[in-house]
Nanobody, 121 residues
Framework: QVQLVESGGGLVQAGGSLRLSCAASGTIFSINAMAWYRQAPTKTRELVAGVARDGSTYYVNAVKGRFTISRDNAKNTVYLQMNSLKLEDTAVYYC???????????????WGQGTQVTVSS
C-alpha cells in the first residue's frame, strides 16, 4: 500500500507565496513521475506541473515563471513552490505519483488527499 501525504496549503494574499509538499510512503520499489494537479470549484482537475525521475519538468502555461516543481528522490517527496499567486490559483491541489511497488510490478498512479490553496485579494 502506498500513501501520499500533502502539506503546505492555506490562505495567502495575492502576490504571496506558498510551498506544498507531498511525501510518499509504504511499499515502494521506485517512483517514476511525480506531479501536482489542481481542481477549482466547477472545473475539472488539471495538471499543473510534473517532474520526471531524471528531474525534467513540465508546467502548464498559466503557472510558468511563477511555480517551481522539484523532488527529493531519497525522501520520496515532491514540492511545489508557488510564487506571485493569483486569485485564479485558488483550488484544491493534489499530488500524484506513478509508483512501482515491486521490481516486476507495473507503474500505478497514487493520489494525495488534496490540500486547499486559497488566494485572497
Amino acid at each position: 500500500q502506498v500513501q501520499l501525504v500533502e502539506s503546505g496549503g492555506g490562505l495567502v494574499q495575492a502576490g504571496g507565496s506558498l510551498r506544498l509538499s507531498c511525501a510518499a510512503s509504504g511499499t515502494i520499489f521506485s517512483i517514476n513521475a511525480m506531479a501536482w494537479y489542481r481542481q477549482a470549484p466547477t472545473k475539472t482537475r488539471e495538471l499543473v506541473a510534473g517532474v520526471a525521475r531524471d528531474g525534467s519538468t513540465y508546467y502548464v502555461n498559466a503557472v510558468k515563471g511563477r511555480f517551481t516543481i522539484s523532488r527529493d528522490n531519497a525522501k520520496n517527496t515532491v514540492y511545489l513552490q508557488m510564487n506571485s499567486l493569483k486569485l485564479e490559483d485558488t483550488a484544491v491541489y493534489y499530488c500524484n505519483s506513478r509508483v512501482r511497488v515491486g521490481e516486476h510490478d507495473p507503474n500505478l498512479d497514487y493520489w494525495g488527499q488534496g490540500t486547499q490553496v486559497t488566494v485572497s485579494s
